[in-house]
């Protein structure tokens, strides 16, 4: 019996790459295919496959692009600096305000230590939550209203519902009754003093801050965009991942078809090399057959 003789494993030929490389690009331009019908969610939670959402996509910036070009400033989204400065009023404004109103109305004793004055730590909570309060729902209601925003950026009264109108309308009567304690708080601090017109002065400067800031956070929530606008940057962030992913494939997929394709002519090149070198040989041997005054091999029986 013979002894065992492993079998030789041969490399691959250029044709076996290239064959191997076109296979692998076949594959990634079938993820590339099966990637426009996975599914996404839509800006109201719906289902949608990424090609639907692609077509909805389209189909919105080109309605934003033709308002636009009509001259309409509704799907503007707001200044970073406008956003920033409605930031740092309720920051430096309205919060400090509103604490030194809590501190007057549980007459807090600012001479006591911080650690042990509980009406102290009162009027913090109170005037933190007071000013966060009407900060988001001015927030809140703006952002809400941007619906009826017309193509000027104004906001189309008339055409409001009810509830849209209450909301308006109490959401006014209540920055006004904080900016009427703002007042009483420094007019009576004033009275107080002895400097009843200084502190009338400065009780109106309190209360006109405070009607501005509050006036700058809504206008800054209601000027930020619009709700077409939205969707859109909904539609973006949900279609971004599959569309990077599917050119990240189609390049790699171009890349291997390259390769494929070169390696096959250096295949065939190789090829009709050897083909040549065969026959080269072939031909010497016969012109020294033929010179050594023997027969053609070609023609031997």
């Known amino acids: 019996m013979p002894p065992y003789r492993p079998p030789v494993v041969l490399p691959p030929t250029e044709q076996d790459r290239a064959a191997e490389k076109a296979a692998r690009a ?5 993820l590339v295919d099966r990637g426009a019908v996975r599914i996404v969610r839509g800006p109201r939670r719906q289902l949608l496959t990424v090609g639907d959402a692609q077509e909805r996509a389209d189909a919105l910036q080109t309605v934003l692009d033709l308002e636009e070009e009509g ?7 707001a200044a970073r600096l406008h956003k920033l400065l409605a930031l740092a009023v309720v920051s ?3 919060l400090p305000v ?4 809590t501190v007057g ?14 009406p102290l730590w009162i009027s913090v909570v109170v005037a933190v939550l007071a000013t966060a309060g009407v900060t988001a729902t001015l927030q809140h209601l703006g952002h809400d209203l941007r619906q009826h925003k017309n193509a000027r950026r104004h906001l189309d009264v008339v055409a409001l519902p009810l509830s849209s109108k209450l909301a308006l309308v109490g959401m006014t ?6 900016a009427l304690l703002a007042f009483a708080r420094v007019y009576t601090e004033g009275v107080l003093s002895g400097a009843d017109g200084l502190g009338t002065l400065l009780a109106v400067l309190v209360a006109l801050v405070m009607l501005i800031s509050a006036w700058l956070v809504f206008w800054t929530a209601f000027a930020d965009g619009s709700p077409e606008g939205d969707d859109l940057v909904h539609y973006g962030k949900v279609i971004r991942p599959h569309l990077v992913a599917g050119q990240r494939w189609e390049d ?4 291997l078809e390259r390769e494929s394709i070169l390696l096959t002519d250096r295949d065939r090149r190789n090829t009709a090399r050897l083909e040549t070198v065969w026959i080269e040989r072939a031909d010497r041997r016969r012109r020294g057959a033929l010179g050594a005054g023997g027969a053609d091999p070609d023609k031997r029986e």
Not at 26 to 30: A, S
Request: neutral net charge; without cysteine; charged residues 25%.
């Open 173 to 178: 009567l209540l920055v006004v009754a904080v």
């Open 71 to 77: 001259g309409s400033v509704r799907h503007r989204p």
């Open 105 to 118: 109305v549980f007459n807090v004793d600012l001479t006591l230590p911080a650690a042990n004055n509980l």
């Open 98 to 101: 509103m604490l030194w109103v």
């Open 92 to 94: 430096l404004v309205d």
């Open 26 to 30: 076949g594959e990634l331009r079938r």
């Open 252 to 255: 790699e997929a171009d890349r």
